[in-house]
């Protein structure tokens, strides 16, 4: 059996594979997000590893004992400090955090190659800028750092007490020379970091430690050793076999992402495309980043009085497609890609009396499409080229929802077996790697296809109204917020 857990931001998943690939038990253990001022998204990293301990110990036991190796994926770009004592001295600053928008510009002026070196414009949901803000606004915080280190490597220090990273998660701080695949001493110097408060770096399948006596004990397991493993993104695509060049996927988490595969280093940080280092060896990849997709569900159910985002995607069906004038921009935390503004908020528009519940849940998921079209748009306008998408992410279980983001995109959606699971099953992937020494493309063959959604060129025509208005909205709203 492999271990793959993933320590994400609405809460850690942990999952059971065999050795065939087979998913054999899975568990989820809920996270919550605080937000204590305006801008701000934190967590605090001692609730990650209750959750990862909650979520193991749900697992079968008798699967657990059979536990070969371990392997971790987790949420990009959260800022966790440690002081000497590996204790985080403040709560972790998020990916979804915008409060260091004016640390961005401050590290591009003193890394002026910073772009080049590390294939990204600086945004405040990258870890970089964050630091800066705290070496800024909490100075005594800042002097006692010794260690700064992503989310899912948090728990790997409280599983194996080793401080150690893989390269497609760390491609996120923008501290990555990320065509070398190493720390850049120029990237830290600017953030008044060296390389000494870093985590070693490794590939996704190496082996970074063993799982420590107690906790083997604890969770009724052998002291397994512990994979790399893999940013949420990275280890999502690797887990339905997106690892070739050209292979791509949409992840409908709480973020929203569209990931292709590239044998090269292919920067274009104009549209605030990012370009970072996959999980596995000579393999990099392109993403564009919606900050609020399912989390607009999760939302508007809360807005709307609804019981949960099935039953908001329900109620949107009921409605059908395009069927008012209501218009909504899903940018309740600022957006990244094409946009990189941490300031815009999301808006309603063209609401009139004859509005409904119905019809505001259907401009819920209309507005994440037209996002996510957005994203595709800045792709191909970098000359990347794809000819469908893999979905994984909880909002892979809505095919009604596929059928919107299918015509808006004009991309084929392949709905894979196991997608919801996503960057667990890649996790325990790359641990069934680290410890057979089996080739990536044997372990990570696509899964079966369930089901392909191919875009309706009549729903298409008629979204695109919609989403005409919606590309001219951006700057409207930008003006008065």
């Known amino acids: 059996m492999f271990l793959g857990v993933d320590v994400g931001t609405s809460g850690v998943k942990a999952v059971i594979l065999s050795d065939t690939g087979t998913l054999l038990d899975q568990a989820t253990a809920p996270l919550q997000v605080s937000r ?23 697992l079968d036991p008798i699967l657990r004992s059979g536990t070969r190796a371990i392997g971790l994926a987790g949420q990009m770009h959260g800022a966790t400090l440690l002081g000497a004592d590996d204790r985080p001295l403040r709560p972790a600053i998020l990916w979804n955090d915008g409060r260091s928008f004016a640390e961005c510009d401050d590290l ?10 590390t ?8 870890t970089a800028p964050k630091l800066l803000w705290v070496r800024r606004h909490e100075s005594d915080v800042f002097a006692r750092v010794r260690s700064v280190l992503l989310p899912k490597d948090y728990v790997r220090l409280c599983m194996t007490g080793h401080k150690a990273s893989d390269v497609s998660d760390s491609a996120g701080t923008l501290w990555l020379d990320v065509a070398a695949r190493r720390w850049s001493d120029a990237m830290l110097a600017a953030c008044g970091l060296d390389e000494r408060q870093m985590p070693s770096l490794h590939e996704g399948s190496d082996i970074t430690g063993t799982l420590r006596a107690d906790i083997a004990a604890r969770w009724g397991m052998p002291a397994v ?23 791509a996927l949409l992840s409908l988490g709480t973020s929203g992402v569209v990931f292709v595969a590239t044998r090269d280093f292919r920067p274009n940080p104009q549209r605030a495309v990012h370009a970072f280092c996959h999980c596995l060896p000579d393999t990099w990849h392109q993403m564009t980043v919606h900050l609020s997709a399912a989390a607009c569900l999760d939302w508007a159910a809360r807005l709307l009085g609804v019981d949960s985002p099935p039953a908001l995607l329900a109620l949107a069906e009921r409605t059908g497609p395009a069927a008012g004038t209501e218009l909504f921009l899903p940018y309740l935390s600022g957006e990244r890609t094409p946009h990189n503004d941490a300031h815009v908020r999301g808006a309603f528009l063209g609401l009139g009396n004859d509005s409904d519940p119905g019809r505001i849940a259907a401009a819920v998921l209309e507005g994440v499409a037209f996002a996510l079209a957005d994203g595709i748009d800045a792709l191909r306008d970098a000359g990347t080229i794809f000819s469908s998408l893999s979905v994984i992410g909880g909002g892979a279980r809505s095919r009604y929802w596929g059928g919107i983001i299918a015509a808006s995109l004009g991309v084929p959606l392949a709905y894979l077996e196991g997608g919801e699971v996503g960057p667990a099953l890649g996790a325990a992937r790359l641990a069934q790697i680290a410890v057979t020494g089996a080739r990536a493309a044997e372990v990570f063959a696509r899964p079966p296809v369930r089901h392909i959604i191919e875009p309706d060129a009549a729903l298409a025509d008629r979204l695109l109204p919609k989403l005409a208005r919606f590309r001219a909205a ?3 709203i930008r003006q008065i917020q």
């Open 474 to 476: 951006y700057p409207l």
């Open 108 to 117: 591009e002026r003193a890394a002026p190659d910073a772009r080049a070196i």
């Open 36 to 58: 204590p001022a305006p801008l701000w998204s934190e967590q605090d990293p001692d609730d990650w590893w209750t959750a990862t301990e909650a979520a193991i110990l749900a």
């Open 225 to 247: 050793p512990i994979a790399a493993g893999g940013s949420d993104n990275a280890a999502g695509a690797v887990g339905v076999g997106v690892i070739a060049d050209g292979d």
């Open 119 to 126: 294939g990204n414009i600086a945004m405040p949901g990258f």
